[in-house]
């Protein structure tokens, strides 16, 4: 048997497993994905959910748990959620009550997935009601926003969010519906204005199919892999959100015989098309990722990501399994049509409680990290058999390496509302281009990966403080050095040095605010050599939830 069928043979076999693995009892389920965007301030680059789950995890009460592929489900959500109140429920010994600083964490999760929680079978003093066989919501959330920018500005980690200079504003909702627990749809329009046009466009929207426990998402949506806040080395949702095909686990699942060790897990695979304007009209990117968790602190994940395809000339279908699946296909100069660009990364999240009581700064402690490669070393290894496959496919050329870091301190300083994180991220001097895929590994004007592209660096700060519930203060610094990802790009990085302050204020209910300013003192703009100046950028965006 060839190695891709060997492998779709594997990935074939988990989806198996996955399938017949239970789920738990949801009659009634909303499966749409928890955003990653910022839908009402309390985060930066994603719905404030995946901040207080980080929370709830890292304290260690929902036991075994996969964070670092998203999006999550509202319902794989709900579910950890509903792990916790049952760790809790069944604490006779009074274990947990010194972590009471995790009640408002436990609240804000509760009061937002309560229907979830309810179709769960979970009761709480929320009062959720279970929903229907079928359920529509018209507007879950609506947003206005709105900003000024002295110079263009693109935002991090936002989606392809680009600020024209001058004004700019928009509008935008999302709208949900769901049939059974097998059928939900999604959309999220948008509308946007600057002093340059005005567009309207879908900026997220998909149907998404579950059956027993394998899901099959088709539409438009991000997808951020690893444990990196500010940065992530393969996917992230810096740049605007894929059109995909999408399979793999609804919700982790057990292997059989080794489950209990290897913990919960979750596969899965996607196929996007990248937009007509590029170096290859249409390339294709694929990617694969598992993740486990074989301990409560631990949570393991591997990802791989392929670039293939496009016109000029294009590949044969027939040949997709074997470009998607074998890490050998491709790159051979007398059959252009098979040239691939591959990504394989690996990534680890520590998540440590109650640290303090060895004299750490804050009550819990992430450690994360994330390695890379995008070339393998071929001549480093045997000239023949399977020590010169695994080092021609899998093994990193050091040469183009590159990692992410990250230190998470929750609760510092024993302070329940007071946060801190420390980012670095490098990339090395032939990461994310090709001499084929000459624009690099990009999509409408934004990295798909990292920020920095090729030959960065990123030094990244956050403090985040929540002084009241319903009030977050956040300040931001980080110094990026960010390399174009064309091939050959004869011109000058650009140097970025700045920071921000954001905050967020709930109020009436059902209102959020979410207003920042950000300044940089940026170097060779767009990579233009001389072009340098201080860049400011205000914005604010207003949301108000109809639940």
């Not at 592929?69 to 009550?97: F, M, Y």
């Not at 309207?200 to 088709?218: I, Q, S």
């Not at 074997?322 to 520590?350: C, K, M, Q, W, Y």
Request: glycine share 10%; with cysteine; charged share 25%.
């Amino acid at each position: 048997m060839s190695r891709p069928r060997q492998a779709l043979v594997c990935f074939i076999v988990l989806a198996a497993v996955a399938s017949l693995a239970p789920i738990g009892v949801a009659t009634a389920a909303d499966r749409t994905n928890v955003p990653l965007k910022n839908w009402g301030g309390f985060s930066e680059f994603r719905d404030a959910v995946y901040d207080d789950l980080e929370r709830l995890v890292t304290a260690g009460l929902a036991d075994r748990v996969l964070l670092n592929t998203r999006p999550l489900s509202r319902v794989e959500a709900a579910r950890i959620v509903a792990r916790a109140i049952e760790k809790i429920r069944n604490d006779d010994a009074g274990g947990l009550n010194a972590r009471r600083d995790l009640e408002p964490v436990l609240d804000r999760l509760m009061e937002e997935l309560k229907v979830e929680l309810t179709s769960l079978g979970v009761r709480t003093s929320e009062g959720g009601t279970a929903p229907g066989f079928f359920a529509f919501t018209p507007i879950d959330r609506a947003q206005a926003f709105g900003a000024y920018a002295n110079h263009q500005f693109s935002l991090v980690n936002s989606q392809g969010r680009t600020f024209k200079r001058g004004v700019n504003g928009g509008l935008t909702f999302e709208s949900r519906a769901q049939l059974g627990d097998f059928l939900s749809l999604y959309l999220q329009p948008e509308l946007l204005e600057n002093e340059d046009y005005g567009a309207a466009r879908l900026a997220t929207g998909y149907a998404k199919l579950t059956l027993f426990n394998v899901e099959l998402l088709v539409g438009r949506d991000s997808l951020a892999w690893g444990p990196g806040y500010h940065n992530g080395l393969l996917l992230t949702n810096n740049a605007a959100p894929l059109d995909q095909i999408r399979i793999g686990a609804a919700e982790p699942f057990l292997l059989p015989w080794v489950g209990q060790w290897v913990g919960p897990m979750k596969v899965l695979m996607f196929l996007a098309q990248l937009e007509e304007r590029r170096d290859h009209a249409y390339t294709k990117l694929t990617g694969m990722r598992l993740t486990f968790a074989p301990a409560t602190f631990l949570e393991l994940g591997a990802s791989r990501t392929v670039l293939f395809d496009g016109l000029g000339p294009n590949l044969p279908l027939k040949k997709y399994p074997e470009a998607i699946l074998n890490p050998g296909f491709g790159d051979v100069r007398t059959h252009p049509e098979e040239r691939t660009d591959s990504l394989t990364g690996l990534d680890a999240d520590i998540r440590l409680r109650n640290v303090d009581r060895y004299f750490f700064p804050s009550r819990d402690l992430r450690l994360y990290g994330e390695f890379y490669w995008d070339d393998t070393c071929g001549e480093c290894g045997p000239s023949s058999g399977v020590g010169h496959w695994f080092a021609s496919n899998l093994l990193p050329k050091g040469s183009t390496t590159g990692g992410v870091g990250g230190v998470h301190l929750l609760e510092l300083f024993g302070q329940d509302w007071l946060d801190a994180r420390f980012e670095y991220a490098r990339t090395s001097p032939i990461s994310l281009n090709h001499d084929q895929f000459t624009s690099g590994y990009w999509t409408r004007g934004h990295v798909i990966s990292d920020f920095i592209g090729t030959h960065g660096r990123d030094y990244f700060a956050r403090l985040a403080a929540r002084f009241t519930p319903n009030l977050m203060v956040g300040l931001d610094v980080d110094r990026a050095v960010v390399g174009s990802t064309v091939e050959g790009f004869p011109g000058p990085q650009e140097k970025r040095l700045g920071g921000g302050m954001d905050v967020s204020y709930r109020f009436w209910g059902r209102y959020a605010l979410f207003a920042q300013y950000l300044i940089s003192d940026v170097k060779n703009r767009q990579f233009r050599p001389g072009d340098d100046g201080i860049d400011h950028l205000v914005r604010f965006e207003l949301t108000r939830s109809f639940r």
